[in-house]
């Protein structure tokens, strides 16, 4: 184990060290590169290597009782059996290191998924399961097209903590006809027609929170406000929509007048939440050429997952732990 992060340590030091890091500048974090990947995980043993050590940092548990007093099986290598929660001493439970990921299912090499999970996390704007498997040349478009969607419900965080400090709330549109992908959105909400409320607060340096949504009804926006940001906020900031009215009942709101010109007023403004709507329409109408209703959600975990890991040196480990 020591030996294969060594890579992504030396990355981080190398940031470290930057002096843009030293006097406070934000930092570019470089990702593992392809060759670096490839020193990194020269064969499918190497990937079981990572896989345990980041599924179990602590030593291997047992993925049914969460125990850790577990045997290595002689016969099967990766394989380890609980006594616990066995059915008796004979026939104990049985796990791999797959079981519970995943990758249970899949008869696929990890060194392929590890491919497939890095060409994600690495492209700034998403990728094209077709690019995959161009890029990658094995299996169907149809396996590159599953593994993609497989990994981008492992991207689902699933530490969510309420937002806190000044938090901007926004809600978009995605989707919908070809002849409104441009159309100067400022005026009516006519060109909402078949399109998909997506709604979304970020915390200002900090993480976002995106969610599909039925509609922009005040109760649902409401809803969505109350789950995601804390009660000790400092300041949430919207536009007019007149579903944000009651916010400031609960928590200290302010409103910015898009309707009026007014886009900045101090601390109020939805610049933040605003910029991610177009790395995430330019994403995934650009990359993806759209999105069904379906697998919209499994689009935005991916989008988030990327933006708020954006300073991780270690993404791809972050996201190996979660698959
Ligand atoms: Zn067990």
Redesign the pocket.
Known sequence: MPLLTTVVRNAIFQIMKSKAYEKGEPKIVRQMTLSQFDEMFPDEESCRVYLSSHRWPNGVR??????DH?YLSKARPWHWQ?????KNNRAP?RFSLRTGTIFEESKKPLLQWFKVLHLMVVSKKGISALQIHRMLGYGSYRTSWYMCHRLRAAMNDPEFRQLMGIVEIDETYMGGKEKNKHANKRTNQRGTAGKIPVIGAISRKGNVVCKMIENTDTETLTRFVRKTVSDKVDLVATDEHSGYRYLGWVMPHEMISHSTGEYVRGEVHTNNIESFWSLLKRGVIGTYHNVSKKYLPLYLAEFSFRFNNRNEADIFGKAIAGC
């Open positions: 047992c993925p049914r009782c969460q125990n577990v609980c006594k616990q929660c066995g439970y």
